[in-house]
Each structure stands twice: as C-alpha cells, then as structure tokens.
C-alpha cells in the first residue's frame, strides 16, 4: 500500500508539532506550513507561501496532492493577551479561520477531490451554552471572536461537503495541555511559578479566577483522535474533550502538592489581570467520537498535571 501524505496547516504550533511527530510514526510523508517556514519530507520541497493567497494554496495542492489536510491554523486570544480592537481582531480571525480554509477547500475540489480535511474547531462555538455538558447536537451559539470565525469555519466545511461530496471532518476540541504550551495559558502560567516559587526565584502567583471550571485534556490525545476522526468511514462532527471538569483551584492544589508546598501561601487571585470574560461551563461529551472510533482520553487528571510538571522540571534543570 502506497504511504499517505498529509498536510500539515499550523504544523508548529502544540497540536501540529505532536501531530507532525505521530505522523511520521506511521511513515507518512508530510508537508508542514506556518507563518514562519515549510517542513517537507519529500523529495522536492514545497514553496513556502502565505494560505492567505489562493494562487498559492492551489499550487502547493496541486503539487503536494495529500491524501489528509489538517487544518490548524488559528488566530486566538487568550484570557490574559493584551486587548485587540474587536475590529482588527475580527479581520485577523476570518482572514485565518475561514478565509483561509476556503483557499484550501476550493484547492482540494479543485485539485485533489478525494483529499479528506481536518478542521480544528473550539468549544467556543458553544458559548453561553445552556446545557450542563456538550455534544454534537448542542446548540451552536458563539459570543466571542473567536468561537463566531470557529462556527463559520465549520459551516464552510459542511458546505464543501455537501455541495462538493468531499471528505471533511470537525473536531471540537476542548482545552488541552502539554509541555509545549505558551507561558499566557494558565496551566503554564500555574507550573512555572510554583516551579520558580519552589526554587525561590518568585514568591507568589497571580491568578484571574480560582473558581474558574475546565475540561482539561492532553494535546498528544487530542491529535491523535483527530487521525482517528479521518480514517472514519465518513466525515463528520466529533467532539474531543475530557469528559471532566476541574477548577483552577484543583489544578493548583495538585500541581503544589507535586512539589511538596502549601498553595495558600503563594497564591493571589486578582480578577483584573483578565481582559476577556468566560462566563460559561464547557464540558464535553466525548462518547460519539468514543463509539466511531474507539478513542478516549488515555491520561487521567493528576497524570496530566504530572507529565506538566516534570517536563517542566526537566526543562529548567537543564
């Protein structure tokens, strides 16, 4: 059987870094595009272009021809990111979350029509949300930037493939972790303090909101149902998520209790230092993309806070 070939959008950031890696695990040839560079494992190398420039997604289509196209590339503000005009940050978003993925979408109808795409959605798309727990057949009701280009994203997908017959897929992925995680999201932002407060280096730490619930999940599991969500029969909408929510509070107290200190001590909670609201409980229903195929989470909680911690260890160590 011939090796597939994927293409990687956003290949180096969390996701399209463990994705890229657990591809190449299985022998596939890969092309990756961000902003920045283009990875190539195959004999010629790709152009390096902007996905904002249809001409160019047509012919990096055209010549890489992949049998998989995942769809990472997103604009998103964190909690704690300096305020962007809802104006600018609007355009910034379509122009990525939609704008682009249809350059790529009309490069594969147009090129490669029997191409299957990854899209990366967000449990944003649920925003205020009025059930206790998500699944795919929860109302979409976005009150963000972010979750509203998300939700466009997907409607644009199912467009193509109903209107075009072609193989596309929606994850909506809920908050996921790792070692690789950027120092603005506060799972970093809690184990490299306690980290630097443990070698008193720092004294204390500054949280937005303690009582703050989220379905934490691990970015290497979360890549890997996406895989999975694309060797499916058919395409379709699946959310990956945890299944569980904990508090900030939780995530602390664990993460301190990993390093022998006492969390009161350190911890600050100052609601100021959000800029953006989250009003709602996002907690995901994983069962479907469980029942089509066979994926569940495969580190618990404390395991996950575990690996944050010790990769962090292991890092500053060094």
């Known amino acids: 059987m011939a090796l597939k070939t994927a293409l990687i959008i956003g290949h180096t950031g969390q996701d399209g870094t463990y994705l890229k890696e657990f591809l190449l695990e299985k022998a596939y040839s890969i092309v990756g595009l961000s902003t920045k560079e283009i990875y190539s494992n195959l004999k010629s190398q790709p152009a390096f272009g902007n996905i904002a420039d249809s001409l160019y997604v047509e012919n990096l289509i055209k010549e890489v021809a992949p049998n998989e196209v995942y769809y990472l590339a997103a604009v998103h503000q964190s909690a704690v990111d300096k305020k962007i005009d809802d104006f600018d940050l609007f355009q910034k978003s379509f122009s990525t979350n939609v704008l682009s993925l249809l350059n790529v979408l ?29 699944d795919e057949q929860t109302l979409i009701n976005p009150n963000c930037v972010y979750g509203i280009t998300k939700t466009a994203g997907i409607n644009l997908c199912n467009f193509y493939k109903t209107s075009h017959n072609l193989f596309t897929s929606i994850g909506i992925f ?108 996002l907690l995901g229903d994983f069962g479907k993309l469980n029942k089509t195929t066979g994926w569940k989470p495969s580190v618990t909680f404390k395991e996950l806070i575990k690996i944050l911690v010790e990769s962090e260890l292991s890092r500053t160590n060094n």
């Open 106 to 134: 009309n490069a594969i109808k147009n090129h490669q029509p029997n191409c299957r795409l990854f899209y990366a959605a967000s449990s944003h798309i649920f925003g205020n949300t009025s059930t206790e727990i998500q």
């Open 174 to 281: 809920y908050n996921h972790e790792s070692p690789l995680r950027s120092s603005k999201f506060v799972s970093k932002k809690i184990v490299e303090t306690a980290i630097a407060i443990k070698r008193n280096t720092q004294n204390e730490l500054i949280l937005g909101n303690l009582s703050a619930t989220i379905d934490w999940g691990y970015a290497p599991d979360y890549v890997e149902a996406a895989y999975k969500i694309l060797q499916a029969d058919k395409g379709d909408d699946f959310i990956i998520a945890s299944g569980e929510l904990h508090t900030v509070k939780d995530f602390v107290e664990e993460v301190f209790n990993l390093l022998d200190l006492d969390w009161t001590k350190y911890v600050r909670e100052d609601s100021s230092i959000i800029t953006k609201q989250n009003k709602k409980k």
